[in-house]
């Protein structure tokens, strides 16, 4: 083959080429001039509803690399009832992930059970020290903006049990039945030291009063028959009563 038929050919061919990849839908991103098309859950960095997080520790206890750093303090809240007592709640401090340890493992996500921690696309978040990336939770709270929405169900599928609950209409209650709950006297409040504050005197009952029937007055001269009492009948008991005379041997018995 001579050095003409070979270069030739070969340059249509490059040219072809050429053209077919100019026409082509080009797989290759100019980052960071166009943003990649991610999907919706990918697993960009972890996002914080802050109101949502009750402090209960869960997502630090499971998390493998032992990244989340979660502290919180005891707040007192008041009755919402008069009488009612004061109840505890545990209030946020600080709320931070370490990125430079997490692995992206999401158990703290799926452990949470209050949906405080949600997974966001967004990847831009590179420092230049790696000290950097230990996140706080406003950093945290400020990627719930890029959270995308939960994803439409599947057409035909059941109806989450929590979206039924809530549109079941209350039963009535049944005809003759007692009522749902009595109202209660408002407990006294609690004395300043502690204590239970004395009770107050009940009031005492009455006995009640019941008419007894009245036994009229006996007669003193009023002479009242005694009845003799009746002898008793037995085999040999003589008709004119009194017990029978014993037979000696040879007495009677003709
Ligand atoms: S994704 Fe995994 S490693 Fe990262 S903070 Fe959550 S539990 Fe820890
Ligand atoms: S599991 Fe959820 S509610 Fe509990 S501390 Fe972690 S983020 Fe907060």
New binding site residues.
């Given amino acids: 083959m001579s050095e003409r038929d070979g270069i030739l050919p070969g340059l249509v061919r490059g040219l072809a080429t050429t053209a077919r990849s100019l026409t082509r839908h080009t797989h290759t991103a100019e980052y960071p001039d166009v943003s990649p098309a991610l999907p919706p859950r990918s697993r960009g960095v972890i996002a ?1 509803t802050e109101e ?9 206890r ?1 998390c493998p690399d032992w990244c ?1 750093y ?1 502290d919180s303090h005891k707040e007192e809240l008041p009755p919402t009832t008069p009488g009612g007592r004061a109840r505890q709640r545990n209030m ?1 401090d600080r ?1 931070a992930i370490d990125f430079s340890l997490c692995m992206y493992c999401g158990i ?1 996500i799926e ?7 949600h997974w966001s696309p967004e990847f831009e978040y590179a420092e230049v020290d790696i000290r950097d990336l230990l996140h706080e939770r406003d950093r945290l709270g400020a990627w719930m903006a890029t959270v995308p929405p939960p994803p439409a169900l599947d057409p035909g599928s059941a109806v989450p049990a929590e979206v039924t609950a809530a549109a079941k209409p209350k039963r009535p209650a049944p005809a003759g039945a007692a009522p749902a709950a009595r109202a209660r006297p408002a407990r006294p409040a609690r004395t300043e030291g502690g204590g239970t504050p004395a009770r107050p005197p009940r009031p005492r009952r009455e006995a009640p009063t019941r008419e007894l029937p009245v036994t009229p007055p006996v007669d003193a001269t009023q002479v009242i028959p005694v009845t003799p009492p009746a002898p008793e009948a037995g085999p040999g008991t003589p008709d004119a009563g009194g017990p029978a005379p014993r037979l000696q041997p040879g007495e009677g018995g003709e």
């Avoid at 949502?52 to 997502?59: A, D, G, K």
């Avoid at 452990?111 to 921690?117: I, K």
């Fill in positions: 914080l949502n997080c009750t402090s209960c520790m869960l997502c630090a499971e989340i979660i946020l709320f703290c452990v949470c059970p209050f949906d405080a921690l």
